[in-house]
């Protein structure tokens, strides 16, 4: 199994990767465009990477509030909820 890597150009659509934290992530290729366009310091990565914090933690996932995903990065800076859209939420796998 591959690391997850820290920058969105490594990543292919639909592999499985393991972060740090112990995560199995895999990624949509609308999720990688969506990444390479809006996360280009990859604070997304680090917040997987770093895995399950508490809601009021600075980076890492949260659980999503959202139905049908798991969890929702929280990469400790705002963005526009429609442009992150597809990028901030996870299934567990």
């Known amino acids: 199994m591959e690391a997850l890597p820290d920058n969105w150009a490594d990543i292919q659509p639909d592999t499985v990767y393991l972060s740090t934290s112990s995560l199995l992530v895999s990624f949509a290729s609308e999720q990688i465009k969506l ?30 509030q959202e139905s049908g995903y798991d969890l929702k990065s929280k990469p ?15 299934k567990m796998i």
């Open 35 to 64: 990444g390479l366009k809006y996360d280009q310091k990859g604070k997304h990565l680090k917040a997987i990477e770093k895995g399950l914090v508490s809601p009021r933690g600075n980076v890492g996932l949260v659980t999503s």
């Open 76 to 90: 400790g800076f705002l963005t526009s909820e429609k442009k992150m859209l597809g990028l901030a939420k996870f």
